[in-house]
């Protein structure tokens, strides 16, 4: 009996996570704009880090954003904090803002500066309302948090408000920068690294696809236009793994007395998904050369810290909807901000008078000039109510929703769902359109935002010591990341957590 018992306890004891300790360092692997079908269309090509995720991790199959508008703050937001933008204030990529009466973006921030290019636009954390994984690791000790991105957004709003740094990429000149509101200057690592000048490694280069050789895109020789076109190619993702690669180094991540979490956020995939759109051959040779990079970075990662003290995510912020105009006639199409804009103003002047009636927009969503109803004594509630009468008239328009729909609404199907937590009281569009399925808003050729699935469901994979390896099929929400990653760590789930610790890996 004894000696069964001292088994028990042996096994115990070796169960990874339960009791040999913490991993020493967690990384946050987002690809921009990943929808969930890219793993299982490409699976038999995969040999490098996505192969092994999906042979040795734990593959949630069934993944989904459970919020509207489904964009890169938004997402980030949702994945590191587990809070819907309605309390993580995070409502999209930008939006108006009316105590300043302009458009900001979910980062600018005019009270800080930016540190290593020339620039007046600077960023920070300061919008972000709900904490990170990053913010309970802080609080709760010595770890450091560090997070980096080609795009300031997706590096700033990973790591949360008591982030170490935030690192991004400024597609002027090439240089990796980060914000005052981190620090006073940036470390001595990354200045060598912007001296090293990398990025002109790709100047003038083809990129040519791992399968064939016809390229498929040269890049500019040089300059602000090279800089800028970098980032949708692969070779924007190579810079941002050896950026990568020198902070884990420098920074001595995963060496120190508590668990560190580092973020990377690979974007080129989103701009390469944009332009090309998401059954072009640029976006499946992207998605090959991501599963090589990714398993060249793991590699890395362990012969640095160790295998068994590594702990590894692999998300996406949001899916992607097919271009409108390669879709079988009938089946889908565009709705340029212009028609909205349009018909809000036409109606809204008819009906009360002369505009401008919208002073501002979040995508495709408007806010409404609410002075000037006030001067003309017009209810709100009227006011939006004509102005969804008028955006319901516009071709691909399925829906909208007016802020007293979203305020006062309860139940109602998954669409319902999603676009209520997506609001936020104070921050929130007066209109929330939602176009038809495959109708996108905008003019770039590809796009997201959607409530619809090929926007919402991602990949969520968890590999390393301790995890249950394993397909899960059950309906999980992008949501559960944060709070599983917290009860992994024995950490308190972030306060403003909407989700639930995954239990298919914590044991
Ligand atoms: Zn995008």
Redesign the pocket.
Known sequence: MLARRSFLLMVLAAAPLAAAGRPKLVVVLTV??VRYDYLERFAKEYRGGIARLLKEGAVFTNAHFEHAPTA?AVGHAVIFTGAFPASSGIVGNEWYDRASKRQVTSVSDDSVTLLGAPGTSAASPHRLLAPTVGDVLKRAGKSRVISISLKDRAAILPGGRSADAAYWYDAKTGNVVSSSYYMRSLPAWVEEFNARRLVDRFAGRDWTPLSDGAPLVRLPPGGPEYFDRLTASPFGNELLAELAQAAVRAEKLGRGPATDLLSVSFSSN?YVG?RWGPDSPHVRDMMLRTDLLLGEFLQFLESEIGRENLLVVFTSDHGVSPIPEELPAGQGGRILGKALLEAIEKRLAERFGAGPWVVGHAGPAPYLDHERAAQRKIPLVELRREAAEALRQVRGVARVYTVEDLASGRGGDEIDRRVRNGYHAERSPDLFPVAERFWVFGSERAS?GSPYVYDAHVPVIFLGPGIRAGRYDRRVAVNDVAPTLAALLGLRAPEASAGEPLREVVR
């Open positions: 921009d704009q890169t989103d944009h997201h």
